[in-house]
């Protein structure tokens, strides 16, 4: 038989290596040298920050800077194409104005030749259709006849040149046309000229 020793805690504790109960004494001043690069390091990091967002601010400022420029030249090219296109058409309606100003004295020839009396059915016939196509042209182009016998005199629509009586006309009924009026796309361009009943 073999003789067991008690173990001594002690010289067990002795016996073990010394780097695995101790640690290894580290040295002060290194210490101190790695704990102040991260405070470096750090502060570095804190300034490459602060410039980056202020450089992002900067960006930001520029790009709102940039947007309502662009904003206001597309609302001053939307008022250009407005003004452009209100010109143009007033251009036309002017352009088509003008000329039919200077075809409405035909037209009231051939009025007058449609209403006259005639012996040839065929000449008749000839200036009602001339007259018709006038008219048919001039409904294209907007223009149309104002209506003036019978109706309430109204000085926007109507000249009133003289007075006259007309059985059951109330006063200020239009008894008379003299001369026909017309407007363009509603826009009077020759007024009606009329006698009114007193």
């Known amino acids: 038989m073999t003789d067991t020793q008690p173990v001594n805690p002690e010289t067990e504790a002795q016996g073990t290596p010394a780097a695995e109960v101790l640690e290894t004494p580290t040295d002060p001043k290194s210490t101190k040298k790695e704990s102040a690069k991260p ?10 920050l602060a410039a980056l967002e202020e450089k ?8 709102g800077e940039l947007q309502n420029s662009l904003m206001r030249t597309a609302a001053e ?20 104005s003008h000329a039919a100003n200077a075809l409405l004295p035909v037209l009231d020839t051939l009025n007058a030749a ?23 042209v001039f409904k294209f182009l907007g223009i149309q006849e104002i209506a003036a016998m019978g109706q309430p005199f109204d000085p926007e ?18 008894t008379l046309v003299m001369q026909k009026g017309y407007t363009l796309n509603g ?11 007193p």
């Open 114 to 136: 449609a209403t006259a009396d005639t012996t040839d059915p065929e000449y008749k016939k000839g200036v009602l259709m001339t007259l018709a196509k006038c008219e048919e």
């Open 157 to 174: 629509l109507h000249n009133a040149v003289m007075q006259q009586a007309a059985d059951g006309a109330a006063p200020g009924t239009i």
């Open 39 to 48: 405070s470096r390091k750090k502060a570095g990091d804190a300034e490459k």
């Open 187 to 197: 826009r009077v361009i020759r007024h009606a000229m009329v006698a009114v009943a």
């Open 56 to 63: 992002l601010a900067e960006a930001e400022q520029k790009q």
């Open 77 to 96: 090219y939307d008022n250009y194409r407005k003004r452009s296109q209100k010109e143009q058409e007033s251009a036309f309606g002017n352009g088509v």
